[in-house]
């Protein structure tokens, strides 16, 4: 136990020498700071050259101005009225799947990649389905055909 109280003596010795350093490098400072014309370490406070012209208020570009491309044109359907203008919203109803009644695959392309969900799969079987070829069918059994739609563009 007495080790560990002389343990405890050495190091408030060597923190107070610690102190101490600290101190007199301060104090070195400070002095080296009124030697260059300073104030505790900050410069000194000089009037700053302050303008009160008034600056040229310029008006922000509006987004319909600066779109291009496919941008514009959504920006466009949206004005008109089109909510959504890539069918985001719009739900695929999925028909019976009967090669007289397949699922119907909306595409502005000649060709869309296609994920069923077969029963008892986790995972879905992917297809491509063509705009020029008839109802495909899926390993299900289930048919489905491309129609073609008109382009946002």
Sequence with gaps: MSSYISRLLKAQAASKRLISNLTQREGKLKSLWRQLGLKGGS??????????????????????????????????????????????????????????????????????LVGCLCLDDRQPKWMWIEKDEGPKRCECGHFFVLKNVPPVY
């Design 43 to 112: 410069t000194s406070t000089k009037p700053r050259a302050i303008s009160t012209s008034q600056v040229h208020k310029s008006v922000l570009i509006e987004d319909e101005e600066l779109a291009t491309g496919i941008q514009k044109r959504e920006m466009d359907l949206v004005k008109q009225g089109c909510d959504d203008p890539w069918g985001f919203r719009r739900i695929i109803k999925r028909g019976t799947g009967r090669e007289n009644d397949p699922t119907v695959i909306p595409s502005a392309f000649d060709a869309r």
